[in-house]
Nanobody, 121 residues
Framework: QVQLVESGGGLVQAGGSLRLSCATSERTFSSNDMGWFRQAPGKEREFVSAISQSGLGTRYADSVMGRFTISRDNAKNTVYLQMNSLKPDDTAVYYC??????????????WSQGTQVTVSY
């Protein structure tokens, strides 16, 4: 019912940048908060960032504050995660997420397929 199509992962050196994209339907995009989560090997999935349905509110994990920026493009029904000053600890599979109150709960019922981000030393 809810489809989230993600792209933009890859390999980058520490200090570099990547931008992740996640496209969905107009119905899903206009109704829900959007967010990003990540899961490193041997660790549980963790919250990274979220943006409200209106696009006026954002939230970030302490570990990415000041380095990552989340945004929405209403014309394209797409959410982005701009990742700057990347560190090896950012290495993980990144997932796009969508739900009604995601920015408050920092949880989601709907997920993308995930994309690998690897940051080398």
């Amino acid at each position: 019912q809810v489809q989230l199509v993600e792209s933009g992962g890859g390999l980058v050196q520490a200090g570099g940048s990547l931008r992740l994209s996640c496209a969905t339907s107009e119905r899903t995009f206009s109704s829900n908060d959007m967010g990003w989560f990540r899961q490193a090997p041997g660790k549980e999935r963790e919250f990274v960032s979220a943006i409200s349905q209106s696009g006026l509110g954002t939230r970030y994990a302490d570990s990415v504050m000041g380095r990552f920026t989340i945004s929405r493009d209403n014309a394209k029904n797409t959410v982005y995660l701009q990742m700057n000053s990347l560190k090896p600890d950012d290495t993980a599979v990144y997932y796009c997420a969508s739900d009604h109150n995601l920015i408050v709960t920092m949880s989601s019922r709907y997920w993308s397929q995930g994309t690998q981000v690897t940051v080398s030393y």
